[in-house]
Structures are given as structure tokens and as C-alpha cells.
């Protein structure tokens, strides 16, 4: 396995956000880094990346089509994997604006394409021989995946008797079930606290968040974010 060693460059600018929390100096190996990042601790985007053209070609590296949710995190988990250094810069230089219209804001099942593309990643190890990384994704990764999906569509307005139902299939109700606030680490982002406390309270009390969500989204819409 090729060594991944992750450095502090100050001499570029890349991105900062206060709320996306900081990549370790010092990362001895890919798969630690693929892990942090689908656990949301660094909240990385391709919006804050260069990238060499050469990783992505001789990788064959390429968006699945007809994805609308999650489809960078896909992209970035292989990258990193076939990566040989990643180089971050602890500067801020652009602005993220949101769209009202964005599909991350839509109340439909296409939010589940998060959970489609944790299963891709969990079958595109396992072709590599990862089986560990894999399995680190079925177990740790996809029950915080559910808690997001369920989480946005709550927030998004998603009726509550539709809501109440969908998190009772089977499937469903087993990753919500499944403990993680273990993982939690509060000096990384805002995204990955949110995404493993969500995971916690639907765990304790599924209309206990349903309401709090609700909450939160008449929140921003009175006072902005």
C-alpha cells in the first residue's frame, strides 16, 4: 500500500471554513483519511480542491451518472484512495453560496443516493481488495448516512406520517439503531457533530428530532443561513 502523507502548505491558498474543522498534520496512511472524511470530520468538497489531471486518468476516475446527491463524496474517497500526498492550506478564499433550489434541500427519495453511494464505495473496495476500508464503511459509515438522510428530510419538511413510516422499514430502522456516538469528535466540523448527534437522538426518540429539525429550519428561515 502506498504511504499518503498529509502536509500543511502555507505558501498557496486553497480554502478555509471555519465550520468545515481541520485535516491532521501527519497522516500516515490513506485509509485513516478516507475514514475522517466520510465521518464528515474534515467537511471536504471538490469546490476547495486542485486536483492532478493525471490521478484522475489513470484511475479512470469519473462522476456516476445521473447522481445528484453525495456524487463529489464518491469522486473524493477514490481520489484520496489512489492519491500518493494530499496538501491542505488553512486559508480562506471564496465564498459558498446556496441555492434555494438545490437538491440538498428537496423533501423526495433522491436524498437515499447518499446511502447509493456508500454501498459503491463498499463494493469498489471490496473489488480492490480493501476488505477492511469496506467493511469500515458498512459499519461505522452507513448508520451516520441513514441519520443524514433522515435528518435532511425531516429538516426539509418531509410530512411526518410519511416520515415516521419510511424510517420504520427494516432496513432503515437497523442503521438508525446502530450506536456511534463514539465517534463523535468535537474539534472537527459542524457537519460531523450535527450528522452523529441526529444519529443519537433518533436513536433515543424519533420525534424528538423530527420536531427539533423542524425547528432548526424555521430558525434559518427567520434569521438567515
Known amino acids: 500500500m502506498a504511504i499518503m502523507f498529509l502536509k500543511h502548505r502555507r505558501e498557496k491558498t486553497i480554502f478555509k471554513q471555519s465550520h468545515m474543522g481541520k485535516l491532521n498534520d501527519g497522516y500516515q496512511d490513506r485509509l485513516s483519511l478516507i475514514g475522517d472524511f466520510l465521518k464528515f470530520k474534515p467537511f471536504v468538497h471538490l469546490g476547495c480542491m486542485l486536483v492532478r489531471r493525471g490521478v484522475i486518468e489513470s484511475h479512470s476516475l469519473r462522476f456516476t451518472k445521473g447522481i445528484k446527491i453525495a ?78 438522510v433522515v435528518g435532511i428530510l425531516a429538516c426539509n419538511r418531509l410530512n411526518y406520517k410519511n416520515w415516521t413510516r419510511m424510517i420504520e422499514h427494516p432496513i432503515i430502522k437497523s442503521y438508525l439503531s446502530k450506536p456511534s456516538i463514539k465517534y463523535l469528535d468535537l474539534s472537527k466540523s459542524h457537519f460531523h457533530r450535527q450528522m452523529v448527534v441526529a444519529h443519537e437522538i433518533i436513536r433515543l426518540s424519533p420525534p424528538l428530532l423530527y420536531l427539533l429539525l423542524r425547528g432548526v429550519r424555521k430558525y434559518y428561515k427567520i434569521f438567515g443561513g
Open 71 to 148: 456524487e463529489d463524496v464518491e469522486f473524493i474517497a477514490k481520489l484520496f484512495y489512489h492519491s500518493r500526498s494530499v496538501c491542505y492550506v488553512d486559508k480562506f478564499v471564496y465564498n459558498w453560496i446556496r441555492r434555494p433550489q438545490s437538491e440538498t434541500k428537496a423533501r423526495s427519495l433522491v436524498m437515499f443516493q447518499h446511502i447509493a453511494v456508500m454501498r459503491r464505495l463498499v463494493n469498489y473496495f471490496k473489488g480492490l481488495g480493501e476488505f477492511e476500508l469496506a467493511r469500515f464503511i458498512e459499519e461505522q459509515i452507513l448508520p451516520i448516512a441513514f441519520a443524514q
